[in-house]
T-cell receptor
Framework: DSGVTQTPKHLITATGQRVTLRCSPR?????VYWYQQSLDQGLQFLIQ???????AKGNILERFSAQQFPDLHSELNLSSLELGDSALYFC??????????????FGPGTRLTVL | GQQVMQIPQYQHVQEGEDFTTYCNSS?????IQWYKQRPGGHPVFLIQ?????EVKKQKRLTFQFGEAKKNSSLHITATQTTDVGTYFC????????FGAGTRLFVKA
């Protein structure tokens, strides 16, 4: 158990809908990262927040947005969902701002299925 | 931008055989991390390499960082079925770049 929690574990929805994925980092960690992993694919970095502020952005679609709240939990919002958005979404946390040498601890993931 | 390439994409081995996965970066890395993802699981941090030419061992796993700090390898001696999973290398930085991973299959 990494100490990172994600809810829900599974999510099934329809195209065009909007969903929110939630992540609670390990106690004391200030950074939260979001990744997308499609079937049997690698990890695509979406976005990172550090202490409430956006720190780095990857290949995140405009339909997707995220935020980190004062209690450091984070939410990833996915809107106008398409079939291709079906994937595993991982949240990870790290102690500091995420520079070189910062180990990331991954949550169990949310499996999103868009029908 | 920075790219991290991993080879091979898949590797099938007989239990007891050795296994190696290679990671190559388009740019010099300040450090490199390795993660393992078991089937149905989430990535778990294995190790970080920082120094040029660094070699670290964890039981049957040997990790190397190239002299030029642009490549790295993970070698598993005498694979076991518990080694099954996908091994990722990751380049550092705010936009962490993960390699595509090498998926290891071990036949008992």
């Amino acid at each position: 158990d990494s100490g990172v929690t994600q809810t829900p574990k599974h999510l099934i929805t329809a195209t065009g809908q909007r969903v929110t994925l939630r992540c609670s980092p390990r106690s004391g960690d200030l950074s939260v990262y979001w990744y997308q992993q499609s079937l049997d694919q690698g990890l695509q970095f979406l976005i990172q927040y550090y202490n409430g502020e956006e720190r780095a952005k990857g290949n995140i679609l405009e339909r997707f947005s995220a935020q980190q709240f004062p209690d450091l939990h984070s939410e990833l919002n996915l809107s106008s969902l398409e079939l291709g958005d079906s994937a595993l979404y991982f949240c990870a946390s790290s102690p500091t701002s995420g520079g070189a040498g910062d180990t990331q601890y991954f949550g169990p993931g949310t499996r999103l299925t868009v029908l | 931008g920075q790219q991290v390439m991993q080879i091979p994409q898949y590797q099938h081995v007989q239990e007891g055989e050795d296994f190696t996965t290679y990671c190559n970066s388009s740019t010099t890395l300040s450090n490199i991390q390795w993660y393992k993802q078991r089937p149905g699981g989430h990535p778990v941090f294995l190790i970080q390499l920082v120094k040029s030419g660094e070699v670290k061992k964890q039981k049957r796993l040997t990790f190397q960082f190239g002299e030029a700090k642009k490549n790295s390898s993970l070698h598993i001696t005498a694979t076991q079925t518990t080694d099954v999973g996908t091994y990722f290398c990751a380049g550092p930085g705010f936009k962490t770049i993960f390699g595509a991973g090498t998926r290891l299959f071990v036949k008992a």
